[in-house]
């Protein structure tokens, strides 16, 4: 009994140490906020490359609103659907994979890339040698094949008798990959090269110089720059590491561990379990990584319920977005006129009437698909065009046509030598595609502010101003 009431004070006074240092900030439709989560968002979107940054009392208001989203987001059951679980278990599993690989996992992977390496090389090492070639061609005639070999006989010659080995290879060598490098190859070890080359060079010691040498590829003269064995370990250790990070080698060790720890469970759990308890330890245990996955998981509640709600909804209402422009026609002003039409390029001149007359009666937005049908619905292209809304500088033809402007000088469009325009210039705009995007990010903004307010209405909430003062200010 003394021993159950032991536990019970301590576990009492476990929470009241935790409320202490991390007491609740605030609470959004009765959940809890601790003052660490707020500090956390607050400070990563608050930093000093932030243009606008925010006090600490403007950002609860920011702050607010989201947590009312997010939650208006729970409510809709966003979280439960498949298409969010997938997505939310991709981003968290980029999180919690690398965890699993440790300092010493990249070592032991780089320790087996170098013994692998010093096993392929052999005992024979490495060597730095360099070449002059004559090529033979395949099918080569029998004068062809002679005068490769009286070539590099003469080459062989001149070398003997002193002759710089860098500076005739230059000259003279026919592979310019090395010819540029005076003949250099570069380290190379056994079975990389042709067997006659690689017989011929492997015989060399460093200085020395190679009679002729007959390959596939045609004749050499060799020359052995040095040779060595591999450096050890250390030597290599941090190109090897980064050249393990590069061909995304963790990834390859987590994949390793997880099918070990999936094996070792006999069937009882699979790699989605092991990565979701690994997160929820790692959440436990490290408060960056608690926020950064519930930063992710909210983040994408909040798109998904803001873009039922409002971005996607109010782009596509397209009855909305005319009433919304027809009741606030003076916001919407522009500096300059527009012209609001094509420019378009034709084969031939009664076709210049002929598209003024197909889109003449129509909406705008029907232009192209009647032009398609009408011009270029068969084999022969008979209509080039461009389509839009134009301020002067955007397309030449029509700052020369329809703003008048003078020596502008027209790019021709070949095979399609006649240029003209057609459309109207417009003052002001006319109706609300002439502005769709500002008029769509209006109204997206009117509709988000009457949500958060039927949110503030359905959710309670309750700010701590006594915790709220000591935000980044506690020990």
């Not at 009994?1 to 900030?25: E, G, H, R, W, Y």
């Not at 030449?396 to 459309?423: F, H």
Request: proline share 3%.
């Amino acid at each position: 009994m003394k021993k159950a009431l032991f536990c019970l004070l301590s576990f009492a006074a476990a929470a009241v140490q935790a409320q202490t240092n991390d007491p609740v900030i605030m609470t959004v439709a009765g959940v809890n906020v601790p003052r660490s989560e707020f500090e956390y968002s607050y400070n990563k979107n608050n930093t000093d490359g932030v243009i606008d940054k925010k006090t600490v009392d403007e950002y609860v208001e920011l702050f607010v609103n989201y947590k009312l989203k997010v939650q208006a987001a729970l409510d809709a059951r966003i979280d439960t659907t498949k298409a969010f679980q997938t997505e939310f278990a991709q981003y968290r599993d980029q999180q919690v994979r690398p965890t699993y690989v440790t300092d010493d996992d990249m070592l032991a992977e780089a320790h087996q890339v170098y013994d692998q390496t010093v096993k392929n090389i052999g005992p024979d090492g490495l060597v730095m040698a360099g070449h002059i070639l004559f090529r033979i061609p395949q099918q080569a005639t029998d004068a062809q094949q002679q005068e490769a070999k009286r070539r590099i006989d003469s080459v062989y010659t001149a070398l003997k008798a002193g002759a710089d080995f860098e500076a005739l290879a230059k000259q003279v060598s026919q592979d310019p990959g090395s010819a540029a490098r005076g003949g250099m190859l570069g380290w190379f070890s056994r079975n990389q090269m042709v067997k006659e080359f690689e017989d011929a060079a492997f015989a060399l010691q460093p200085g020395e110089l190679s009679k002729p040498v007959q390959s596939p590829f045609g004749w050499h003269v060799i020359k052995m720059k040095e040779r060595k064995q591999l450096e050890p370990f250390e030597f290599h250790k941090e190109n090897i590491l980064r050249f393990l990070e590069q061909r995304g080698a963790r990834n390859a060790i987590t994949e390793r561990k997880l099918d070990s720890m999936v094996k070792a469970s006999n069937g009882q759990v699979d790699k989605e379990q092991l990565l979701e308890r690994r997160a929820d330890s790692l959440a436990a245990n490290d408060q960056e990584m608690r926020y950064l996955i519930k930063e992710y998981h909210d983040g994408l509640l909040l798109y998904e319920i803001s873009n039922r709600t409002i971005w996607e909804k109010v782009a596509k209402d397209e009855e909305n977005l005319e009433r919304y422009f027809k009741k606030n026609k003076k916001k919407y002003k522009w500096d300059e006129p527009r012209f609001k039409g094509i420019a378009y390029h034709v084969k031939q001149k009664s076709d210049v009437k002929a598209v003024a007359k197909c889109v003449k009666k129509l909406k705008f937005d029907d232009w192209n698909e009647a032009l398609r049908k009408t011009f270029n619905n068969d084999s022969i292209i008979r209509i080039r065009v461009e389509k839009g809304l134009f301020k002067k500088g955007d397309n030449k033809l029509i700052d020369r046509e329809e703003y008048k402007v003078k020596n502008v000088q027209v790019d021709s469009v070949k095979g399609y030598p006649i240029d003209a325009t057609y459309g109207k210039m417009l003052k002001k705009p006319q109706d609300y595609t002439d502005v769709r995007g500002q008029v769509v990010a209006d109204l997206q903004d009117e509709v988000e502010r009457l949500w958060v307010a039927d949110l503030r209405k359905k959710y309670s909430v309750t700010i701590n101003e006594e915790v709220l003062k000591t935000v980044n200010k506690h020990e």
